[in-house]
C-alpha cells in the first residue's frame, strides 16, 4: 500500500485504489502511526493525536475501534506491548520520501555536486502538499526550498533560483538565508542595484520588527557588492566522516535555536552529541566552539574561552578595587555584548556548575548571544531548552555502521548480523562506529556473537586523534563513572539487576538505599539513566559497565526476586475482574523483571520460589499468549522438583506443569490436582491441556470441585468447559445455554477474556450450525476483546475464525484476515495459529484456482500444525481435507480418501467429534451414490445438523441425489443420520482405537448429572 500525510491523509492499496478512511479521527490515528512507520507508539500518545484535549470517556476502547477500523480497510496496524506499529517501508509514505531525498539533496550539496543535489532536491519537492501534521516539517520543507534555491546559483541557473527566492521572500519575509540568496542572485544576473535595494530593506525590516541588525552573512554580501566584487557564498562546513540518522534531530534543534537562545543537547557518552552539534551549527555565519573536555578546574572556563574567541588580555588591565584580579568573565562580557554569536559548549559535564554560572551571566548581558551546549547533565537554568538525544533507531544505526565499515573495507556486504550489532551496543553512534572499525579484520557474524561476553575487550580500538576518554567504549562509561557520588555509584551498580527498567518505588526497594528517588533523579540528570514514563531504564552498555561493579549481587538478586514476586500475587486476582486492563499492561511493564525474578530461581535452585513466581503470572502468561517465554524455566523448576515433588508446592507445580506442556511433568501433577486446586486458573487449563491422555476422573472433579466452589470466575469458567462435550455430541442447545450462562459470568465479574472465549465458542456453534450472521457477529466481538487485551495468540485464532467465515462471502476480507493472523503469529511465535491462517490462505487458493500455491500453503500449513492439541484439532482438520481435494483434483483418490480418514480420525482423538464431518462429507465426493448419501447422513449426526450452503457438501449431494433419485437419496441419507457418532465414524473408516480415545466423548459420558447447572 502506498500512504499520504502530506494534505490530506490518504491511502491506496497496490492496484492504485483508494481505501476510503472515514472521518477525521481514523485519519489523525493513522496519521500519527505513519509519522513512525515501523516504531511502536504509545496508546496515551494516539488518544492525544487523534482526540485532542478532549477525549472520550473510555479513551482506549475508543482508539481500538478506530484500529479495528483500520484494520478492516486491511491497514495491518498491529499491537505490541509498548502500544501500537504500522509497518510500513518509509518510502511507501509521502513524508518519508520527501524526507528522505531532501537529506539526500543536502548532502550532495554539501559535497560540491549541485546538479545531484537540484535534481534529489526537485524530486523532494515533489512529493510537497500542505498543510503538513508536525511545525517540523513546515521548517524542514522551507529548508529544502532555500537548498533547492543554493543548487540552482551554484549551477548557475540564477533565472530559476530568482523565480523561486522572490516568492519565498515575500512569505517568510524574516527569514536571513533566502534574503542573502537572493542578493547573491540578483548580483549574477547582472542587477547589483536591486541587491543593494534588498539588502537596505531588509536591514530596517529587522531593526522594525526585531530591534536587531543584519546578520554577518547579509552584512559581508552586502560589503562585497559595495566594492563591485562578487559577494561570498555561504560557508563551506567540514567534516571528516559523513553525518547518519539525525537529520530530523539537527533541523529541528535549528528550529529550536531560532527562538531560544539557550539549547543543550542532553544524552549520554557516546551518543552523538558532538556530531550533531557540529551538524546543526554548520552553516551558521557566526559561530565559536568551545571544547571543555580538557577542563577539571571551573576556574579555568572563562580564560579557555577568551581563548578561544580570541579575546586577548593584554596584563595592563588595572585590579578591582581590593586588589583582587580583574575578572575574566566580565572581558567575555564586554567582548560579547555588541556581537552576534552562537556559542558552542561542548562537553559541560565535568564542570557543569561553573558552566552554568558563566552562560546564564552571559545571556543575561549579551543579547546577541545564543548557546548551545552538549552534556551529559542539564545546566539547569531556568531558560534552558533541552533536547535529549537519543540512540540511533535501529535503520540509521545499520547505515551508520555500514557506512562506517565500508570506510575501513570497500567490499563489506549487507549482512543480517549488523542489525544484532546494533541492538547489542543500543544504537550508540560511538560504539556502533568503534564496532564498525573492527570490521578490517573479523566478520559481522564473529563479532555479533562475542559482543555479549567481550563488548569491552572488542571495542577497545578507536581513532589515535580522539579524546582519550573515546578511544575506547570502557572509556566513555568509565568518564562518566568516575563524575558520581558514592552512593550513585551504588544505585547504579544495584539498578543493573532490573531488566527492562524500573520505577522508582521498585528501585528504592530493592536497592535499599535512602533517599533513593533523589539519586535516581541525579543518575538520570547524568545521564547514566533514561526516564520515560515514570521508569527509569540503562542502555546495556551502561549497564554492562555497572554490573562489574555490583559487589553483593545474590543479595540484591533475592531483594529483586522477592519484589516482583509480590507484584506478580498482587495482580493475579485482578487479571480475573474489570480492572484487568490496568493490570495487564502493569505486568507487561515488567515482563523484562519477572522473567529475571524467574531466571535468578532457576539459577539458585529455589524452587519453591521459581514455582510460587510461575503460579502468579501464569494468567498473565496465558492470557497473553506468551507462556513459550517462561517453558524453559518451568520444566527447569520441574526437574529440580524431582519424580516426587513436595506436596507443598501445590498449584504452583500444576502451573508449571501446564506451562512446560511435557506429559511426565503432568501426570506428576494429576496428583496434586486432584487433591485440591485453589488457582482458578486450573478449572481452565487443567481440561484444556489433558484432555487427551489425562485421567478423565481428575477433569470432572476439578470441574465440579468449581461448580461448588465459592470463587465465581471459577464457576462461570467451568460452565464454559462443560459446554464441550455438549458441543462434541451435538446437543448445541445444552451446548449454548452453558456457553450464555459463562458469557454472563464473565460479563458480571467485568473479564474480557472470558467472555472472548465464551463468544468464540457460540461464534463456532453458530458457524456448526448454518447461523452465520451470529456466528460473525460473536466472532468480531471476541475479536475486539482480545485486541484491546493484547491477546496475541487469542487475536491470531480469532482473526483465522473470522477468515473462515468470510470465506465464500468475502474472499478479499477473509485474506486480509488470515494475513493479519499469520503476522500475528509470526510475530509471537506462535506456529499454531500460523498454521490456520496457511491453511486459510491455502482455501483461498483452492477456491480461486491456484492448486500449486494451495498445496504448497496446506504443506506449510501440516508442518507447523499440532494434531494432538484440542485448540489446533479443528484447522488441522482442515489441513488434511484440503490436501485431500488437492489429491482428488490430481487425480488420485486413494490418496484422498486416507487424507480425509486422517483428518477424521485427529478431530475423533482430540474430542472435536463435530469437526469430523467435514471429512466425511469429502469421502462422500468419492463414494459411489447409495454410500456417499448415507455418508452425508452421517456427517450429520456426528455435526448434529446440516450446515447450510457448503459448496462441496452440496456438488456431493447433488451427484448421490441424481445417481440414486430423490426416493432412495433420502432413505440412505436419512439412514446414516439415525447412526450412533460410533457407527457413523465406523462407517467412514476411522479405527475403533480412535473412537475409544475421544476424551471429551469420556467425560460426556461419564457426567451423572447435567453438566450446566444454573446457580
Known sequence: MRFGVLGAVRAWRADGGEVPLGGPARRALLAALLLSPGRAVGAERLIDEVYGERPPKDAHHALQSQVSRLRRDGIAVERVAAGYVLNVDPDDVDVHRFLRLA??????????????????????????????????????????????????????????????????????????????????????????????????????????????????????????????????????????????????????????????????????????????????????????????????????????????????????????????????????????????????????????????????????????????????????????????????????????????????????????????????????????????????????????????????????????TAEARHRTL????????????????????????????????????????????????????????????????????????????????????QAHAACYLDLALEADPHLRRGEQLGWLDALAAEHGNLREALRFAVESGAVELGMRLIGAQAHYLWMRGIRTTATAEAAALLAAAGPRPDPALGDGYALCALIAGEARYLRLASALVDRDHRHPLLTFLWPLMTASGGDPEVVLRVLRRAERGDDPWGRAMARFIWAFPHMAAGEYSAARAGLTAALEGFQELGDRWGSALALDSLGWLGANTGDRVSALAHTSRALELAELLGADEDHADLLCNRGDLRQRDDPAAARADYELAAEVARRSGIPTYLAAALRGLGDLARMAGDLPAARELYEQALARSDAGWIKSSGN????????????????????????????????????????????????????????????????????????????????????????????????????????????????????????????????????????????
Open 103 to 464: 537529506e539526500q539533496g543536502r548532502e550532495a550539496l554539501g559535497s560540491g555536486d549541485p546538479d545531484r543535489a537540484a535534481e534529489l532536491l526537485r524530486e523532494a519537492l515533489g512529493w510537497w502538499a500542505a498543510p503538513a501534521p508536525a511545525v517540523h516539517l513546515e521548517e524542514r520543507h522551507l529548508a529544502a526550498l532555500e537548498d533547492l534555491a543554493e543548487s540552482d546559483l551554484r549551477r548557475g541557473d540564477h533565472r530559476a533560483a530568482l523565480a523561486a527566492l522572490g516568492e519565498l521572500v515575500e512569505r517568510h519575509p524574516l527569514r536571513e538565508r533566502p534574503r542573502a540568496q537572493l542578493m547573491r542572485a540578483l548580483h549574477a544576473a547582472g542587477r547589483p542595484a536591486e541587491a543593494l535595494v534588498v539588502y537596505e530593506r531588509t536591514r530596517r525590516l529587522l531593526a522594525d520588527e526585531l530591534g536587531a541588525d543584519p546578520s554577518p552573512e547579509l552584512s559581508a554580501i552586502h560589503r562585497e557588492l559595495l566594492r563591485g566584487e562578487d559577494p561570498p557564498g555561504p560557508p563551506e562546513a567540514l567534516a571528516l566522516t559523513s553525518f547518519v540518522g539525525r537529520e530530523e534531530d539537527a533541523a529541528r534543534v535549528r528550529a529550536l535555536l531560532a527562538q531560544a537562545r539557550l539549547v543543550t543537547l542532553l544524552g549520554p557518552g557516546g551518543v552523538g552529541k558532538t556530531r550533531l552539534a557540529t551538524e546543526v551549527v554548520r552553516g551558521q555565519p557566526d559561530r565559536q566552539v568551545v571544547e571543555l573536555a580538557a577542563i577539571r578546574d571551573g576556574g579555568q572556563l572563562p580564560q579557555v574561552m577568551m581563548a578561544a574567541l580570541g579575546v586577548r588580555d593584554s596584563g595592563l588591565h588595572p585590579p578591582g578595587d581590593r586588589g583582587e584580579p580583574a575578572d575574566p568573565a566580565a572581558r567575555l562580557v564586554a567582548a560579547l555584548s555588541g556581537r552576534e554569536l552562537l556559542l558552542v559548549l561542548d562537553n559541560c559535564e565535568q564542570i557543569i556548575d561553573d558552566v552554568a554560572a558563566l552562560a546564564e551571566r552571559l545571556l543575561t548581558a549579551c543579547p546577541g548571544l545564543r548557546v548551545l551546549a552538549t552534556s551529559r547533565e542539564p545546566l539547569g537554568l531556568t531558560a534552558e531548552h533541552l533536547w535529549p538525544v537519543r540512540p540511533l533507531p535501529l535503520p540509521d544505526a545499520v547505515r551508520l555502521f555500514t557506512d562506517r565499515a565500508r570506510a575501513v573495507r570497500p567490499d563489506f556486504p549487507a549482512h543480517a548480523a549488523v542489525e544484532s550489532i546494533c541492538l547489542a551496543l543500543d544504537g550508540l553512534p560511538l560504539a556502533i562506529e568503534l564496532a564498525a572499525a573492527r570490521m578490517r579484520t573479523h566478520e559481522a557474524a564473529e563479532l555479533a556473537g562475542r559482543l555479549e561476553s567481550e563488548r569491552f575487550p572488542l571495542l577497545s580500538r578507536g581513532s589515535r
Open 474 to 557: 570502557r572509556a566513555v562509561v568509565a568518564w562518566s563513572w568516575e563524575l558520581l557520588s558514592a552512593d550513585e555509584r551504588a544505585m547504579a551498580a544495584r539498578l543493573t539487576v532490573f531488566a527492562g527498567g524500573a520505577s522508582a518505588a521498585a528501585a528504592a526497594r530493592v536497592s535499599g538505599l535512602p533517599d533513593a528517588e533523589a539519586l535516581l533523579d541525579s543518575l538520570a540528570d547524568k545521564s547514566f539513566v533514561e526516564v520515560s514514563g515514570g521508569r527509569y531504564r540503562m542502555l546495556a552498555t551502561i549497564r554492562a559497565f555497572c554490573a562489574e561493579k555490583l559487589d553483593t549481587p545474590h543479595a540484591v538478586r
Open 876 to 1015: 488441522h482438520t482442515r489441513v488434511l481435507v484440503g490436501l485431500g481435494r488437492m489429491a482428488e483434483a490430481e487425480g488420485d483418490p486413494v490418496a484422498a480418501a486416507a487424507a480425509y480418514r486422517q483428518a477424521a480420525e485427529v478431530s475423533v482423538t482430540t474430542g472435536a467429534v463435530p469437526e469430523s464431518a467435514r471429512a466425511v462429507e469429502a469421502l462422500a465426493g468419492l463414494a459411489e451414490p447409495a454410500e456417499a448419501a448415507k455418508l452425508l447422513g452421517a456427517a450429520v449426526a456426528l455435526r448434529g445438523c446440516a450446515v447450510p450452503g457448503d459448496e462441496d457438501r452440496l456438488a456431493a449431494e447433488a451427484r448421490a441425489r441424481a445417481a440414486l433419485g430423490e426416493r432412495e437419496f433420502a432413505a440412505a441419507h436419512r439412514a446414516g443420520a439415525e447412526l450412533s457418532r460410533q457407527a457413523a465414524l465406523t462407517l467412514a473408516g476411522v479405527s475403533p482405537e480412535a473412537i475409544r480415545a475421544s476424551p471429551l466423548d469420556v467425560i460426556a459420558a461419564m457426567t451423572g448429572e447435567p453438566p450446566v447447572r444454573q446457580r
